[in-house]
């Protein structure tokens, strides 16, 4: 990161969908949530369609 000018940088969930698809932003944004009891379970995330098609 170091190599990245500061004016470039921006927040995660400011990233467009040219930087990452719409289906893996919103299951990285449920999965960084600050407080513990907002997060989804290890279960209910290996069960989410987002690992569909995962062996």
Avoid: C, H
Wanted: charged letters at 35%; hydrophobic letters at 35%.
């Amino acid at each position: 990161m170091a190599s990245v000018p500061s004016y470039q940088l921006k927040p995660f969930q400011y990233a467009s969908q040219k930087e990452i698809s719409l289906e893996d932003k919103e299951f990285i944004l449920r999965i960084m949530k600050m407080d513990p009891r907002d997060r989804p379970t290890a279960k209910e995330l290996l069960e989410d369609e987002w690992f569909n098609g995962v062996e």
